[in-house]
């Protein structure tokens, strides 16, 4: 069983960084896709970022375009969401997950593509 840990998340101010990273342990993988969801409270979970397993298939949330970065290290199994420019809209708990399973191009923004979650990592933004 693939576990997923998080770490880098924080409360950092309005046009501040943070850099998410999400290693994956366990069983080993030729292809997986690997992605980022966020919920913020009262909020349904939302798509933020996810790479295919080549790294070549990026996609991003409208609303972090241009702002974060999603990167993928396929040897160490682990995924990065670099945050920048940062808002409070931003402010949730970010989620790691994990696609064991080939993801069609149209599918990566549905959560229940995804096989394995990370515990959550709270990001704050202040104003």
């Known amino acids: 069983q693939v576990q997923l840990v998080e770490s880098g998340g924080g409360l950092v101010q309005a046009g501040d960084s943070l850099r998410l990273s999400c290693a994956a342990s366990?069983?080993?993988?030729?292809?997986?896709?690997m992605a980022w969801f966020r919920q913020a409270p009262g909020k349904e979970r939302e798509f933020v970022a996810a790479v295919s397993w080549g790294g070549n298939g990026i996609w991003y949330a409208d609303s972090v375009k241009g702002r974060f970065t999603i990167s993928r290290d396929a040897i160490k199994m682990t995924v990065y969401l670099q945050m920048n420019s940062l808002k409070p809209e931003d402010t949730a708990v970010y989620y790691c997950?994990?696609?064991?399973?080939?993801?069609?191009?149209?599918?990566?923004?549905?959560?229940?593509?995804?096989?394995?979650w990370g515990q959550g990592s709270q990001v704050t933004v202040s104003s």
């Open positions: 997950a994990f696609g064991s399973r080939i993801i069609g191009a149209n599918d990566y923004a549905n959560g229940r593509e995804y096989d394995i």
């Open positions: 366990g069983r080993t993988f030729s292809r997986y896709a």
